[in-house]
């Protein structure tokens, strides 16, 4: 997806032509070190300008230099409200966006013939996905547009929509600075937005869809210096610039800079299997926040779309108690290496089955929200579900799953390696109101804390 937003910019000068004004809300999660879900409101799917209140836009300072062409990314002042593009007008995206909610309200897309196809419970998210990122998957672009792309170039041209000034654009256009304008999170924010929309039409999932028949999960604990307590703090560190850069010379060069991180820490799960044959489990761990801003419990179906996905992973589960142990480090929505210009250009320590589907991943360093410096409490939830069930055949058998960073990647012309959605089980409605109505034995919730130490 990234290649194609690339592609669509930078637009060059034309006429200026009106824009309206943006009402929206905001963000969540892992994102930005000191912003925690439970700081964020939530963005509705109306989120394009659909009416004249002002709602402005916080801006952004300017950063780093962009890669293309070595000024700086473009600040985004304060203020400013979405301006139609050379190539697309804001309008445009509101088509878009209207289509596609049509097309979920009513079940179905209109391919480029003009035929029906189904968003049925197994290919509607792909379907939708392919729809809004608008790949070579889609099944009507004319129609349908190109609204995530769209989306991030909009919003990085927003100081300078006609491209008169011949500016650089800011952080939005780029999939390695993005993350440092806050308005993408109230972005994305909307695009998980339209997708809830689809899955709100599927029916919630029955006990049947969350059990795994004979399998308890009795404790879940982290084991850290303190028990059930993770510290994060900032650290000083320094990136090595020759990951993305090629300065011509054999030496490293090097940035300093903090980061949010962690203590490492390990779970610790112990679970009963009680039949007497070996089982196959896919274990799935999440977080959320417990507590809003003003301290009351989140209500569930309000929480599940805070929880963040921290690890999946397979275990062979023997008759009678089981206790697995899981580091933090190998998470599998983190990613732990990435390679030099130099490893590149001399083949170190490549292997074949390394593609692009091994590199996308969060750092390890984020993988723990930042918690605050009380202690704030959150919901670890795990889940072991029947890993028989969740196998998805490959067609090729000789291709290497990359565990590093297996959550986000997926396996490279194959099906995504697990049959269940992503966010399962909490990427659907749920009507239970308590934990306990809502869990079935292969689950449990527990409480922890990450405390921030500075
Ligand atoms: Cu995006």
Same mark, same amino acid.
């Given at each position: 997806m990234w290649s194609t937003l690339r592609s669509m910019m930078p637009p060059s000068s034309e006429r200026p032509r009106t824009a309206e004004e943006n009402s929206s809300t905001t963000c969540t999660s892992r994102c930005v070190p000191g912003t925690t879900a439970s700081d964020c409101p939530t963005a509705s799917t109306a989120w394009w300008p659909s009416t004249t209140s002002k709602s402005p836009w916080k801006g952004t300072p300017p950063i780093s230099p962009h890669v293309a062409s070595g000024r700086h990314y473009a600040p985004r002042p304060d203020d400013l409200a979405l301006h139609d593009l050379r190539q697309v007008d804001v309008q445009d995206m509101q088509r878009w966006t209207e289509r596609i909610l049509e097309a979920i309200h009513l079940g179905k897309v209109i391919d480029s013939q003009g035929n029906n196809v189904p968003l049925d419970e197994e290919h509607g998210a792909d379907i939708l996905g392919s729809l809004i990122e608008?790949?070579?998957?889609?099944?009507n672009v004319q129609f349908y547009g190109n609204l995530h792309n769209w989306g991030h170039v909009m919003m990085a041209y927003i100081h300078d929509p006609d491209g008169r000034f011949r500016e650089t654009p800011g952080v939005m256009t780029d999939t390695a600075t993005?993350?440092?304008?806050?308005i993408f999170y109230r972005f994305h924010r909307f695009i998980d937005n339209v997708f809830q929309e689809y899955k709100k039409t599927l029916p919630i999932y029955s006990k049947d869809n969350l059990n795994f028949a004979g399998i308890q999960v009795t404790e879940i604990k982290v084991n850290a210096k303190i028990p059930n307590v993770i510290h994060t703090f900032f650290r000083e560190d320094e990136l090595e610039l020759s990951h993305c850069l090629e300065f011509g010379s054999p030496g490293s060069v090097r940035a300093r800079y903090h980061h949010l991180d962690h203590e490492s820490f390990s779970y610790i799960i112990s679970a009963n299997n009680g039949s007497n044959e070996d089982k196959q489990g896919t274990v799935r761990l999440f977080l959320a926040p417990k507590f809003d801003e003003l301290g009351n419990p989140i209500p569930l179906d309000e929480q599940r779309r805070l929880y963040i996905e921290m690890d999946k992973f397979h275990v062979d589960l023997r008759p009678g108690k089981n206790t697995i142990v899981r580091s933090?480090? =190998?998470?599998?929505?983190?990613?732990?290496s990435t390679y030099t210009f130099k490893e590149l250009l001399h083949g170190?320590?490549?292997?074949? @089955?390394?593609?692009?589907?091994?590199?996308?991943?969060?750092?390890?360093?984020?993988?723990v929200p930042k918690g605050n410096d009380k202690g704030m409490v959150f919901d670890l939830f795990v889940m072991i579900s029947d890993g028989e069930k969740d196998r998805v055949p490959s067609s090729s058998s000789d291709k290497k799953l990359c565990? =590093?960073?297996?959550?986000?990647?997926?396996v490279m012309d194959e099906k995504?390696?697990?049959?269940?959605?992503?966010?399962?089980?909490? @990427?659907r409605t749920i009507e239970a109101t308590t934990a306990a109505e809502f869990l079935t034995p292969n689950m449990l919730v527990s409480n922890i804390t990450v405390r921030f130490q500075d």
């Open positions: 608008s790949n070579l998957e889609s099944k993005s993350l440092r304008d806050p933090s480090t =190998d998470s599998s929505v983190t990613i732990s170190e320590d490549l292997q074949d @089955d390394r593609t692009e589907f091994c590199s996308c991943g969060w750092p390890q360093h984020l993988l565990n =590093d960073a297996l959550s986000y990647c997926g995504y390696p697990d049959k269940k959605a992503m966010g399962y089980p909490f @990427d």
